[in-house]
Every structure is written in structure tokens, then in C-alpha cells.
């Protein structure tokens, strides 16, 4: 193999948003079926239903695992998944993987600083990122649902960076973050990433970070 020729993916990161209670359920199931493990934190996810919103029950707590796997068991592992955790029925949870260049930590895992990953004309979806400061992603939200998206789930986090810290009785504060992650059709990514940007003026210093990545599969959307 030349310098110049791509280097094979090996690694994928299998994502899954599911009703809270279920995460540890999915680990159980994806290490029986050939997954070293994974991660679960909490969100919330967004149902677009002017009728829920009235309640204030359109906002409802999710789990989110991430694992990450042999790119040759992935699709196995969401295909197990998909079939144990009916997601082909609407409201039982989303699942998606994401190629992965380099993974360090987990067992004869190597950095290939020449790793990449080639086009993939099949990609039909793409995973929208946007981390603002929190408060804000309700705003996201509903910029990307004017311009066709289904809705999202928000992720608590917390920021630090140059333009961010403040100070309270002398001692540096950093305020929390808000990632609103949001699954779209490949060729609505433009339209719904453009409104967020106007929403929230997320091209000034400070105001946000929005990246988009390729998702190779997809399950439980409809």
C-alpha cells in the first residue's frame, strides 16, 4: 500500500438515543452480541407536536449510549439491536454509526496519522452537531424544524475556551453547554444548518460551533 492510498476504516461509533431506563439494556444486549461495552449519559428529546408543547410534554428524557466497535460488527450489532428494541415502531429510540479515523484506548488500538475516509456516494443522512451555551438550544431546535427537520435531542455539557470564562466573587466560572445533536436526510442538512446559523448568529466568536458528519446506518427513523 502507498503513501498516498487511503487507509481502510476499521472502527465505527455505533450511537443510540433511547427512552430513559433502556441504556443499560442496549449495552446488555450489544455485549452479548460482540461489543466490548459502551457509554450512557442523559438528554432530552424534542417531539414536534404543538399539542404535547401546550402541556409542556414535548420535551422527553432520552439515553444515549455510545459504543464503539469492529466496523465488521457493526451493522450486525445495530441489525440485533434494531430487532430487540423494535425500533422500526416510531417512538422506541433512533440508532446510527459513524466511521471512525483513529481510536485510542482500546486494545491493540494503533494512531495512523495517515488514516482517511474516502466519499461515499451511498451516505443517505447526515448527524447535525451544534453546541451553544445553555438556554439556547430550544432555539435550535425550532430553527431546524421551520426548515424541515423532525425535531433533536439536548445534551447537557459544559464549555471552556478563551471567550468563555467568567468571573464570580474572583474565581473563574465556566458556564454550561447545551449540544443539540439532530438526524436529517442528507440533502436537508444545507436548509436546516443555514436557518440555525441565521437563528442564533452562531458565526461570531462565542456564540456556538455547528459540524456536520457522513452516518453510514440508520435505524428507527421515519
Known amino acids: 500500500m502507498t503513501e498516498n492510498q487511503s487507509v481502510k476504516v476499521n472502527t465505527d461509533l455505533l450511537c443510540l438515543i433511547v427512552n430513559d ?3 443499560s439494556e442496549v449495552i446488555r444486549i450489544a455485549k ?9 449519559f442523559y438528554g432530552s428529546g424534542t417531539i414536534n407536536n404543538s399539542r404535547l408543547k401546550m402541556f409542556g410534554l414535548d420535551n422527553i428524557r432520552k439515553e444515549i449510549v455510545l459504543m ?6 457493526s ?15 416510531p417512538n422506541h429510540g433512533i440508532a446510527f454509526s459513524i466511521s471512525l479515523l483513529n481510536v485510542l484506548g482500546r486494545r491493540n ?11 461515499d456516494d451511498s451516505v443517505m443522512h ?26 433533536g435531542t439536548i445534551i447537557s455539557a459544559r464549555g471552556s475556551g478563551v471567550n468563555e470564562t467568567s468571573r464570580l466573587f474572583g474565581m473563574d466560572i465556566e458556564p454550561e453547554k447545551e449540544i443539540v445533536l439532530i438526524l436529517s436526510d442528507k440533502d436537508k442538512v444545507d436548509p436546516i444548518v443555514a436557518s440555525i446559523s441565521h437563528a442564533t448568529k452562531i ?6 460551533i455547528i459540524f456536520t458528519i457522513d452516518v453510514k446506518n440508520t435505524k428507527g427513523l421515519f
Do not use: C, H
Open 21 to 23: 431506563g433502556m441504556g
Open 126 to 151: 447526515q448527524a447535525i452537531f451544534v453546541i451553544v451555551e445553555r438556554g439556547k438550544a430550544e432555539d435550535v431546535i425550532d430553527a431546524a424544524v421551520e426548515a424541515g427537520s423532525q425535531g
Open 75 to 89: 451493522d450486525a450489532i445495530l441489525k440485533v439491536l434494531s430487532e430487540k428494541l423494535k425500533l422500526d415502531r
Open 203 to 208: 458565526e461570531k466568536p462565542g456564540n456556538g
Open 32 to 40: 452479548k452480541n460482540g461489543s466490548s461495552g459502551g457509554t450512557v
Open 109 to 119: 488500538s494503533t494512531y495512523d496519522q495517515n488514516a482517511q475516509i474516502g466519499e
Open 68 to 73: 464503539i466497535t469492529n466496523d465488521d460488527q
